[in-house]
Each structure stands twice: as structure tokens, then as C-alpha cells.
């Protein structure tokens, strides 16, 4: 019975990292000042379809400098050229794997300076715990949790150099 439970908690460590990291480092809502630069906003992984899609559909449509990130370079020019048609902004598209910290630092060196980084990317297999292999387990561990933290570790002295 407990095997659903066990499941949800893998499948959402991405968005937990999240929220701590909102609570933890809040930053102060974008001004309105016409003259001012477009927040650059940067999807850590899980860009190039699904709700990370939709949410650069969304910042770029309001003015944002997009960059997304996903391990599929096919699926990012897809995504790419979406965005392009739907808002008309140039979004940049980096291939990365969130398993892989250096292809991530490398990705979040090129994506430049970054005001929200966004960590989309997840997995899940869906097979109760004592079906899984070791490797499912671990391969999931790798992408929702050891990603995140590679987003985080990559973006994050950059962003604490910017002045406040």
C-alpha cells in the first residue's frame, strides 16, 4: 500500500527543490519599467516538451529571454521553432543531460547570466518498488534529485555575484 506514496515522492523532488530554493533566495518581482531588461529565464532540463514547454511558451510570450535545456537536440529545435512561431522570440537551446554536471555547467555558462532558473526535468517508472530494477531506481534518483542539484550547483555562483 505504501508503493503509491513511495512513487509520488520520487516523481517530485524537482518541484520541492524548487519551492525551497524560492523560500530560500526570493528575489523581488519584475518592474514594469519599460526601459528596464526582460528577465532571463532559463529551463533546467525538461524544456522541449510538456508543462516545461508550455511555461517557455508563457515567459516568452511575455517579453523574457527564453533559454531551455533538455537532452534531445531534435526535440529543442522542435520546441524552438514552436516558441519562434507562437511569440516570435529567439529562444536559445542548449543539449544537456542533468545527469552530467559539466554538460550542464557548460549549458548554464553559455545561457548566460540567469534571473529564474526553472528545474522541470523528471522521471518516473511506474512499477510498484519491489518490480523495479536497481537501475530504474537509480536512473530515476539521477535525473529528479543528482539533476537538481547540478542545475542548482552550476547556476547558482553566478547568481550570487549579480549585485542585489
Not at 8 to 21: G, K, R, S, T
Not at 35 to 40: D, T
Request: charged content about 20%; hydrophobic content about 45%; overall charge negative.
Amino acid at each position: 500500500m505504501a508503493e503509491p506514496y513511495f512513487l509520488l515522492l520520487l516523481a517530485f523532488p524537482p518541484l520541492a527543490l524548487l519551492v525551497f530554493l524560492y523560500l530560500l533566495h526570493s528575489t523581488s518581482p519584475p518592474s514594469q519599467d519599460p526601459n528596464q531588461e526582460a528577465p532571463r529565464v532559463h529551463h533546467g532540463g525538461g524544456g522541449s516538451s510538456g508543462i516545461g514547454l508550455a511555461l517557455a511558451h508563457r515567459a516568452a510570450a511575455e517579453g523574457a529571454r527564453v533559454s531551455i535545456m533538455a537532452r534531445s537536440e531534435s526535440k529543442l529545435e522542435e520546441a524552438r521553432n514552436s516558441i519562434k512561431m507562437a511569440s516570435g522570440v529567439e529562444v536559445a537551446a542548449f543539449a544537456a543531460d542533468v545527469r552530467d554536471y559539466e554538460a550542464v555547467k557548460k549549458a548554464v555558462d553559455e545561457a548566460g547570466p540567469i534571473d529564474v532558473l526553472l528545474l522541470n526535468h523528471g522521471v518516473l517508472v511506474a512499477l510498484e518498488v519491489e518490480k523495479q530494477e536497481l537501475s530504474e531506481i537509480k536512473f530515476t534518483m539521477d535525473v529528479n534529485l543528482m539533476g537538481c542539484f547540478n542545475m542548482i550547483k552550476a547556476a547558482l555562483p553566478a547568481r550570487n555575484e549579480e549585485p542585489q
